[in-house]
C-alpha cells in the first residue's frame, strides 16, 4: 500500500506533486492528515462543493478546457489545483485499503492542461515527469486570459529560447555595421520578452527600477 497525501508546489510554468518532509502538512485526530493532493477516491462532505467544483472549472466549455491530448485521468490533475485554487483542506484518513491505480503515474501534460495553467513542466510522480513546450499561440491565449500580471512578467522557457533565436537571426541580417538600417540589441531574458508582449512586459519593469 501507498500513504497517498501529496504537496503541490506551483513555479513559474511548472507544477509538481511532492512529498512532504514529515509525510504530511498536519493532522486532524489521530486518523487523518492534511495534504493538498491524496487518492483518486474521495469521499466530498458536501455534494454541493463537488458539484460546484466541476460546474467552475471542468466543463468542456470552459476557457482552455482539457481535450483528447491531456488522456483520461489528467482531470484529476485539474481538479486538484481547482481545490487548492479554491482554499479547500483535504485530508487523508486511515481507513480499510482500497485498490486502485494511481493516477498521477497515468497523468499526461497534454495541450489543454498545459494552456489551462500555463505550464511546461509537470512532475506528477518521481517516475512521471512531463514537458511540453507552449507555442507563440498557447502565449497569446495565456496572455489575454489571465492577464499580464496573471502570467507574471516571466515567458516559457521553450518560447524564450526561439524569441532568442528570432533576435540572433535579426541580427546576423541587420546588426553588421554596413546594413542600411543598423539593429542593435542585445540577446537577453529581457529583450526576448520585449519581443514576445511587444514590450507589454518588459517596460512595466523598468519603470519601477527606475
Aim: glycine share 8%; proline share 3%.
Amino acid at each position: 500500500w501507498t500513504f497517498e497525501a501529496w504537496k503541490l508546489q506551483r513555479r513559474a510554468w511548472a507544477l509538481s506533486y511532492e512529498a512532504y518532509p514529515t509525510g504530511y502538512a498536519s493532522t486532524y485526530g489521530d486518523r487523518c492528515f492534511l495534504a493538498n493532493s491524496t487518492s483518486a477516491t474521495r469521499v466530498f462532505k458536501q455534494g454541493s462543493t463537488w458539484r460546484g467544483l466541476v460546474r467552475q472549472n471542468l466543463g468542456t466549455d470552459k476557457p482552455f478546457a482539457l481535450d483528447s491530448s491531456d488522456g483520461e485521468v489528467s482531470w484529476m490533475v485539474d481538479l486538484d489545483v481547482a481545490i487548492m485554487a479554491a482554499g479547500l483542506q483535504v485530508f487523508l484518513c486511515m481507513a480499510y485499503p482500497i485498490s486502485e491505480e494511481r493516477y498521477l503515474e497515468s497523468a499526461r501534460l497534454g495541450r489543454g492542461l498545459a494552456r489551462k495553467h500555463g505550464l511546461e513542466m509537470a512532475r506528477f510522480s518521481t517516475t512521471n515527469v512531463q514537458h511540453r513546450c507552449l507555442d507563440s499561440a498557447d502565449w497569446a491565449a495565456l496572455s489575454k486570459g489571465l492577464g499580464l500580471a496573471g502570467i507574471g512578467g516571466v515567458p516559457p522557457n521553450c518560447l524564450e529560447h526561439e524569441a532568442k533565436l528570432a533576435l540572433r537571426a535579426a541580427l546576423q541580417r541587420w546588426g553588421a555595421a554596413d546594413a542600411p538600417t543598423r539593429l542593435k540589441v542585445e540577446v537577453t531574458a529581457d529583450s526576448a520578452l520585449l519581443l514576445l508582449s511587444s514590450g507589454g512586459l518588459v517596460l512595466p519593469r523598468h519603470r519601477r527600477e527606475a
